[in-house]
């Protein structure tokens, strides 16, 4: 059966932990659904790992929308959540919710995500719930903020920042979001949260006490030349297509393929 937002909650209350990756294309989001991933996450990190982009900002709700229909012709059982791109949901409420409408009503995903808490955001996504579009939180290190966080580094690590950081989680909670993704925070930090909360906290880069983890699906094929340091190489993937690319290679200009 296909998982639903409410079976997240009721497995955090049965302590069932969340497995959660990216896919942005048919093949992949094929093997992540048949080995049993819980969500599939269409992240905007498409734009840096699928375009080749710097940052997640140039991406597009359009090419977010082309890819997210091929992940869903994929997926039978995860959940599949799409992220909302940079300046698609920050302007108003309003603008919020054409773009996850159009998301939802043109790819069939079953929610959106978004990244902050703060008041105006909260106000967002009580808007989007309203409508009936489930959102998933992000809070933490929010890389649509790059340049205002002075780059990729860990958040939340004074009083005062932990103490937004855990405002805004329950902030997003209170305006009706299903779940929260902790982004590269102090594990006790992701621990408070965790604890208050009563809807799940998936983590990464938050150590250990979350309820659920995910990771870029490229980071753990090892398909990245760079991996964030929280990430886990479960495989080299590039050696192994580099491999046989190079042999496919020697074997036509030697006459040996076909």
Known sequence: MAVTTQQLID??????????LTAYEYAIAKILDQAGIDIILVGDSLAMVGLGYQTTLP?????????????RRAVVRSLLVVDLPFLTYQES?????????????????SAVKLEGGYD???NTVSALVKV??????????????????????????????????LSEAIALQQAGAFAIVLEHIPKD?????????????????????????????????????WQPP???????????????VTQFCTEVQEGKFP
């Open 132 to 165: 009936g579009i489930p959102v998933m939180g992000h809070v933490g290190l929010t890389p649509q903020s790059v340049h205002q966080l002075g780059g990729y580094r860990q958040q939340g690590k004074t009083i005062d920042a932990a103490q937004r950081i």
């Open 93 to 109: 409420p309003q603008q919020a919710i054409h773009s996850a409408g159009r998301i939802l009503k043109e790819t069939g995903a």
């Open 189 to 225: 930090l992701a621990a408070e949260i965790t604890q208050q909360l009563t809807i799940p906290t998936i983590g990464i880069g938050a150590g250990p006490h979350c309820d659920g983890q995910v990771l870029v699906t490229s980071d753990i094929l090892g398909l990245t030349p």
């Open 11 to 20: 497995w955090k209350q049965q302590g069932h932990q969340i497995t959660m």
């Open 230 to 244: 929280f990430a886990k190489k479960y495989a080299n993937l590039h050696d192994t297509i580099t491999n046989a």
């Open 59 to 71: 991406l597009t709700l359009e090419e977010m929308l082309h890819h997210a229909k091929a992940v």
């Open 120 to 122: 105006e955001m909260a």
